[in-house]
Nanobody, 125 residues
Framework: VQLQASGGGLVQGGGSLRLSCTHS????????MGWFRQAPGKEREFVAF????????DYADAVKGRFTISRDNAKNTVYLQMNSLKPEDTAVYYC???????????????????WGQGTLVTVSS
């Protein structure tokens, strides 16, 4: 299984970015996908989850109303649209694939078994 994340960069506070993560090596449409982030000196934390069908999503409180996770099963890709970015959103963002197929929700790191390489998002004030 390989995950390739892209779309990070430098943006001013209040701006937007869209992250993408392309998955290969497993039947993508059977698995939930998550986005996590890790800021310098901090633990990796949950950001967003989308179920295998896309019907269920979940977000960390810190990003609710600003970030939107989506997926395109035909393209084996999951997205994270990030709006109204704040300096505290600065982190390396990682996509990950759920360890088990058809799980309704997964927000813990150990529920995921494959991770992308990370893409850096820097938000200036």
């Amino acid at each position: 299984v390989q995950l390739q994340a892209s779309g990070g960069g430098l943006v001013q506070g209040g701006g937007s970015l869209r992250l993408s993560c392309t998955h290969s090596g497993r039947t993508f449409s059977r698995y939930g996908m998550g986005w996590f982030r890790q800021a310098p000196g901090k633990e990796r934390e949950f950001v967003a989850f989308i179920s295998w069908s896309g019907a269920t999503t979940d977000y960390a409180d810190a990003v609710k109303g600003r970030f939107t996770i989506s997926r395109d099963n035909a393209k084996n890709t999951v997205y994270l649209q990030m709006n109204s970015l704040k300096p505290e959103d600065t982190a390396v963002y990682y996509c990950a694939v759920d360890r088990f197929a058809y799980r309704p929700i997964a927000t813990m790191k150990d529920q995921y078994d494959y991770w992308g390489q990370g893409t850096l998002v820097t938000v200036s004030s």
